[in-house]
């Protein structure tokens, strides 16, 4: 969506007709946002005696412009309702402008800008993956309707239309990092804001800025989470963006899981051809999206034990709200196959997913810092692992 030199952090604002976005995005420019609206521009690029409007002219004929010269948005409207090639000849006039008019702008932000995009349509044209985080003002329809009323003076039928041309509360929601509830009072609001800019966006923006990675020192089991799908599905998004290609994402570990109780840490499979592919450009990418490579050597130990370390490379999260490790493994390899072999047989055996969790919660207590629980479990996988192959020779399983 926007090229950058340099990685400033950048926020999606939307939510639906009503739901308060507005007073969202300027409770954060008040907190120092650099807010690019989305609205602002699309009307500045066709103002008049500009180069986007003379376009349109030229294309639509002057019966769109009203009697000041001005773009009239409602004549326009009937000339591209129901013609889908009328409506992308538009598109292609306005749209290289307002991503260029956006680009401008953030360019123009301060290196530790945190930079919020409001974007009404935002879900609607499937923006969420260019963000690093994805915020979602919500609130009920009947609230909703009462203010457009009272701040629009728009009537029922009106403003029916308009939050059902919109997408819905669900559709919303499953591209939200964050959603902010607005049935309450202003200052509700006000303070929803505050504690999410000073809790997650001005240490998200830095740890983007240093290249640093958010790592829970301590192992915390926490109950299974019916969102965790849905949340490594936004972050895989993400993630196919900044690779650009065709890479194979993968979600494993215990999160991938049904039922299993976890630490609340996705763990994510990135597949390259060589861990040279990894090392190049696709390490930058992944680190300006928001998932800056950790120091040092990775690897995961080998099953059976004895042979050589299986080397991967190892990413995390910069936001301290989402804890993530993602692994990038070669196609093919024995890592590789390791991670989607233990995490399908555990999901098609609830004996050794019991006895796993068993493990898991005797562990956490007794050795509660990551690196030592990880190490403890070795065993326990060694052994898990046969049982794993031979379910696959059983089952005809393929990775």
Same mark, same amino acid.
């Given at each position: 969506m926007i090229g950058l030199t340099v990685a400033v952090l950048r926020v999606g604002l939307t939510g639906g007709i009503g739901s308060g976005k507005s007073a969202v995005s300027s409770r954060l420019a008040a907190l120092g946002a650099v807010v690019v609206d989305a609205?602002?521009?699309?009307?500045?690029?066709?103002?008049p005696g500009s180069e986007g409007l003379a376009e349109i002219v030229a294309t639509f004929s002057d019966g769109v412009l009203d009697a000041d010269g001005a773009l009239d948005r409602a004549a326009l409207g009937a000339v591209v309702f129901g013609d889908e090639a009328a409506r992308r000849r538009l598109e292609a006039i306005t749209h290289p402008r307002v991503r260029a008019r956006t680009a401008e702008l953030v360019a123009g932000a301060p290196p530790d800008a945190v930079v919020v995009n409001d974007v009404p349509l935002l879900v609607e044209v499937g923006l969420a993956p260019t963000y690093h985080l994805v915020l979602v003002v919500q609130a009920a329809v009947t609230t909703r309707?009462?203010?457009l009323a009272r701040d629009r003076g728009m009537d029922r039928a009106e403003a029916e239309r308009r939050i059902a041309a919109q997408?819905? #509360?669900?559709? %919303?929601?499953?591209a939200a990092d964050v959603l902010l509830d607005n049935d309450g009072t202003l200052t509700d609001l006000h303070a929803a804001v505050d504690t999410l800019w000073h809790e997650r966006l001005l240490p998200y923006e830095r740890n983007v800025r240093e290249h640093h990675a958010v790592r829970p020192e301590r192992v915390v089991l926490t109950e299974p989470d019916p969102t965790w799908p849905q949340q490594y599905a936004r972050l895989a998004a993400r993630i196919r963006h900044a690779a650009g290609g065709d890479l194979r994402v993968d979600h494993i570990g215990s999160t991938a899981v049904p039922g299993l109780a976890a630490k609340d840490v996705i763990d994510i499979q990135l597949t390259v051809p060589s861990l040279a592919e990894a090392d190049g450009p696709l390490a930058e990418r992944l680190t300006d999206a928001g998932f800056p490579r950790l120091p040092g050597d990775w690897w #995961?130990?080998? %099953?059976p034990p004895g042979s050589r370390r299986w080397k991967k490379r190892l990413h995390g999260s910069a936001d301290p709200g989402r804890p993530v490790y993602l692994h990038v493994r070669v196609a093919d390899s024995p890592g590789w196959r390791y991670a989607l072999l233990m995490r399908d047989h555990l999901r098609a055996d609830p004996g050794q997913r019991a006895a796993y969790l068993e493990?898991?919660?005797e562990l956490a207590a007794s050795a509660p810092d990551s690196a030592t629980y990880g190490t403890l479990k070795d065993p326990w996988f060694d052994e898990e692992h046969l049982r794993a192959e031979e379910w696959a020779a059983q089952t005809g399983w393929r990775p």
């Open positions: 609205d602002r521009i699309a009307r500045e690029v066709v103002a309707l009462a203010r997408a819905d #509360d669900a559709r %919303r929601q499953a #995961d130990n080998p %099953r493990v898991k919660r």
